[in-house]
């Protein structure tokens, strides 16, 4: 079992709608959680952090269930720029604070 | 954005032959990565390192070795290429809690081996 799973897409979605990711992930130890975006040909950039409360920055909302392991994301009304592949990435919870990385939801928004 | 740059950007390799990549920082993070990125497998360690002269392996070590005499540079090698590796490469730096920060990537690094 890998240690963070995602569904690989590809979400195929019209402008303006709201499109959601889960995430699973499979030590109960975690502690940070994040979503990435990686543009094609691109490196990962962070998009945002995922904290116990859930958290919103403009269009995104993040939310982790720890009970279930699982984090999703929301993007709210899809803009043609938001494609891109998104990556699920939780921490190891060793001294190597090494990053866990899911392998990525792909997401195209048509005009 | 976080100073890390990597070189080169590109590179055509034959097998066999050693090739060695290159992650600068100007940031005076602690911890670095590498990482290759292939079709259906995502992003997987290969080797980190957590100061200067400190490194440890990650899940595909093998065939790959890596250096850090300064802070600043991360060097891994490829000490004989083969096609497996074909692959693109990205370095990663991070400030020493990850819980908050998360990582900055370099652009990467495109290797073919032929």
């Known amino acids: 079992r890998k240690e963070v799973e995602q569904d690989p897409g590809p979400f195929n979605v019209p402008e303006g709608a709201t499109v959601a990711f889960n995430c699973t992930y499979s030590?109960?130890?975690?502690?940070?959680f994040f979503w990435y975006r990686q543009d094609c040909r691109k490196e990962p950039k962070l998009l945002m952090s995922v904290y116990s409360s859930g958290n919103e920055d403009g269009r995104f909302t993040a939310q982790l269930n720890r009970a279930s392991q699982y984090i999703s994301l929301l993007i709210r009304d899809s803009k043609l720029s938001d494609s891109a592949t998104y990556l699920c990435?939780?921490?190891?919870?060793?001294?190597?604070?090494?990053?866990?990385f899911g392998s990525g939801t792909r997401l195209l928004v048509r005009p | 954005d976080a100073g890390i740059t990597q070189s080169p950007r590109h590179k055509v390799t034959e097998t066999g032959t050693p090739v060695t990549l290159r992650c600068h920082q100007t940031e005076n993070h602690r911890y670095m990565y590498w990482y290759r990125q292939d079709p259906g497998h995502g992003l997987r360690l290969i080797h980190y390192s957590y100061g200067v002269k400190d490194t440890d392996k990650g899940e595909v070590s093998d065939g790959y070795s890596v250096s850090r005499s300064k802070t600043e540079d991360f060097l891994l090698t490829l000490e004989s290429a083969t096609s497996s590796q074909t692959s693109v490469y990205f370095c990663?730096?991070?400030?020493?809690?990850?819980?908050?920060?998360?990582?900055?990537f370099g652009s990467g690094t495109r290797l073919t081996v032929v």
């Open positions: 990435v939780v921490n190891a919870m060793d001294s190597s604070y090494k990053l866990i």
């Open positions: 990663a730096i991070s400030a020493p809690a990850t819980g908050l920060h998360g990582y900055t």
């Open positions: 030590n109960s130890a975690s502690q940070s």
